[in-house]
């Protein structure tokens, strides 16, 4: 199957386009078309993660569970939505933790392509959405999908940081080998939780602290 999707993960995981799994995942997505669902993200930024920041770039994985259902929201990053879409809470909470961990002003943009830019692969478990209904996707094969890229960045990288933020993130845990990479875990921003955990966990200061012991450059989080 010829997927549109960057280079080097079109390389990394071209076994997968084939597998009968992903060609279920193209079936139902077109049979949605026909039956005028409506789809988030556009089709254009399914992949959008992994074309803002190719294979042999990653430095950081930020693992989410479906895109936002919202309209306008989606654009295909975890936790991120376009310039000018109001940051939604679970991003609003990331924001305050970044302000007590490094000092970082709060933005008002919600858009982390920066953050993709420079390495950190903004990666949701489920790469589509029904439009206001939250996990209608989530048992169409994605996560073969996503549970196979973790497994691809295990494989082949090393010193990987993962941020596994709340339970759901964390059963992917099992994926990645921890002798190669470092895995930071949290309970998930969700206003629901964010106090359980999230704040006060330093992942973003921790994250640069264990790229900087391997020579690589911070991130810069600011955005």
């Known amino acids: 199957m010829d997927v549109k999707i960057e280079a080097s993960w079109k390389e990394a995981l071209h076994q997968e386009f084939s597998r009968p799994y992903f060609g279920e995942i ?11 669902k409506v789809i988030y993200p556009p089709g254009a930024l399914i992949f959008n993660a992994f074309d803002k920041t190719p294979f042999d770039e990653v430095k950081v994985v930020i693992l989410g569970q479906d895109p936002y259902h919202g309209p306008g929201q989606a654009m295909g990053l975890s936790f991120s939505v376009p310039e ?9 909470n990331i924001y305050k933790e970044l ?6 002003i709060i933005p008002k943009t919600g858009d982390l392509t920066p953050w993709s830019k420079q390495g950190v692969l903004l990666l949701n478990a489920v790469l589509t959405v029904r439009a206001n209904e939250p996990a209608s996707h ?16 295990s494989d082949e990288k090393k ?9 759901f993130a964390q059963e992917k845990q099992i994926l990645i080998d921890e002798t190669k990479h470092h ?4 309970a998930h921003p969700s206003p629901f939780s964010a106090d359980k955990g ?6 973003f200061s921790k994250t640069n602290e264990l790229l900087a012991k391997q020579g690589l450059d911070p991130i810069d ?3």
């Open 99 to 104: 302000h007590k961990d490094i000092g970082m």
């Open 221 to 223: 989080w600011t955005v």
């Open 26 to 36: 193209s079936a139902f997505l077109k049979t949605e078309k026909m039956q005028n």
């Open 198 to 203: 999230f704040f006060g966990c330093k992942h």
């Open 183 to 186: 895995v930071l875990k949290a």
């Open 84 to 92: 000018g879409v109001t940051p939604p809470p679970s991003l609003v």
């Open 138 to 153: 989530s048992k169409v094969g994605w996560m073969s999908f996503t549970d196979a890229v973790i497994r691809k960045i």
């Open 159 to 167: 010193g990987v940081v993962f941020l596994l933020w709340g339970k």
